[in-house]
């Protein structure tokens, strides 16, 4: 069984904190995305990585993907209230077409 | 903008009645996905459509649930004999053939089972 871990499952911080999500598997991921859930509305698309060691930056978001392509990470920094949500990742693996979905992440940040 | 749309966007039925969820997707897009998410939890993958290829029904939790893509555009999710467990938020998400782990969801169906 495929399985996406995604840690911690709550997390709440002060706006201007910075705060780190990860997400892990034993499965090697062709790709992986980052998504955005705010109530009452469906996932947002973020970002998506490719490539072992990747980094990609969207203003105060960092994402990376593991060298290895097992696993990713989140990093928030001077978190503002409108990062409130659940954040959700999703691996790819081509050779089965299939997509897996983390649990995900809820955060809250206190203004 | 032409996203994905869904209806309807909350439906209350009661126990034992069947119900029809109705999914738009992106124009254009091959791949149609259905997924279940209940009260604060993650997503659970149901049915994917792909082009013209059988769809993977392996996420379906049980054959009261079926789902059907007419003229690979539209997509309803039916659910038989529905029982209270189904209460839950019914996602429709599309993509791109060429990259179909990108995928644009739509706001959901919100169906609660009394």
């Known amino acids: 069984t495929q399985l996406l871990e995604q840690s911690p499952q709550f997390l709440s911080i002060q706006e201007g904190e910075n705060l780190t999500v990860y997400c892990n598997s034993s499965?090697?991921?062709?790709?992986l995305q980052w998504y955005r859930q705010e109530p009452g509305e469906g996932p947002v698309l973020l970002v998506t990585v490719v490539t072992g060691g990747e980094v990609k930056k969207l203003k105060r978001l960092t994402f990376q993907f593991g060298d290895a392509r097992k696993d990713s990470s989140l990093h928030i920094t001077a978190a503002q209230p409108g990062d409130t949500g659940l954040y959700l990742c999703a691996g790819y693996i081509i050779r089965d077409d299939k997509i897996i979905f983390g649990k995900g992440t809820r955060l809250h940040i206190l203004p | 903008g032409a996203g994905v749309s869904q209806s309807p966007s909350n439906k209350v039925t009661e126990k034992g009645k069947d119900v029809e969820l109705r999914c738009d997707p992106i124009s254009g897009h091959t791949a149609l996905y259905w997924y279940r998410q209940s009260l604060g939890q993650g997503l659970e993958f149901l049915i994917y459509f792909q082009g013209n290829s059988a769809p993977d029904k392996s996420g379906l939790p049980s054959d009261r649930f079926s789902a059907e893509r007419t003229g690979g555009s539209v997509s309803t999710l039916t659910i038989q004999r529905t029982q209270q467990e189904d209460s839950a938020v019914y996602l429709c998400?599309?993509?791109?053939?060429?990259?179909?782990?990108?995928?644009?969801f739509g706001p959901g169906t919100r169906l609660t089972v009394t």
């Open positions: 499965s090697v991921f062709s790709s």
């Open positions: 998400a599309s993509s791109f053939r060429g990259r179909v782990y990108e995928q644009y």
